[in-house]
Antibody, heavy 121, light 107 residues
């Protein structure tokens, strides 16, 4: 079965960077895109972007452009999300999810367990 | 960006009740609408994609309908395990956006 396992919780100071990993198993890694979604404490879900492990194509949310980088390592079936110049409002649980398609329709089918990133001085 | 608005923000219901949650997009998104369920401390779980297609393994008491800007998630007979927060999400155009969530609580 498809499984996404994320790296552990992080505590960072404002201005620092964080890199979260998401290791996939149970399927061929290049078959599905990987999206990243975050959720601030007590808040809703925010899409951050996606990357194709097949060809490296990416699409980032405009509000994060310049601060976020998504990469993949097909040799280890791992996706990474790096966020730089961290601010207190980046404190959130960060999720990776597989991006599936059915015809023209796209949706997040399998999710990682989430990684809490806390930004605090 | 396409704004997604859910109503109500929260509701109280009893086991066995029929529950309806609505989601409205700020523009037509045809059928590019997904629904997720999230329980406290857990990742979201896909329920419905393409407005009305039931994800494999999801109980048939869940159904989705609608197109254009207006959509509905219906739980035909609420079960104890259905108490959670529900989110709609549009995949019509990036940035993909979510509704603010509807919390379904026990009456």
């Amino acid at each position: 079965q498809v499984q996404l396992v994320q790296s552990g919780a992080e505590v960072k100071k404002p201005g620092a960077s964080v890199k979260v990993s998401c290791t996939a198993s149970g399927y061929t890694f290049t078959t599905y895109g990987i999206s990243w979604v975050r959720q601030a404490p007590g808040q809703g879900l925010e899409w951050m972007g996606w990357i194709s492990p097949y060809n490296g194509n990416k699409n980032y949310a405009q509000k994060l452009q310049g601060r976020v980088t998504m990469t993949t390592d097909t040799s280890t079936s791992t996706a990474y999300m790096e966020l730089r110049s961290l601010r207190s409002d980046d404190t959130a649980v960060y999720y990776c999810a597989t991006l599936h398609t059915s015809g023209p329709f796209e949706y997040f089918q399998n999710w990682g367990q989430g990684t809490l990133v806390t930004v605090s001085s | 960006d396409i704004q997604m608005t859910q109503s109500p923000s929260s509701l109280s219901a009893s086991v066995g009740d029929r529950v309806t949650i609505t989601c409205r997009a700020s523009q037509s998104i045809t059928s590019y609408l997904n629904w997720y369920q999230q329980k406290p401390g857990k990742a979201p779980n896909l329920l419905i994609y393409a407005a009305s297609s039931l994800q494999s393994g999801v109980p048939s008491r869940f159904s989705g309908s609608g197109s254009g800007p207006d959509f509905t998630l219906t739980i035909s007979s609420l079960q104890p395990e259905d108490f959670a927060t529900y989110y709609c999400q549009q995949s019509y155009s990036t940035p993909w956006t979510f509704g603010q969530g509807t919390k379904v609580e026990i009456k």
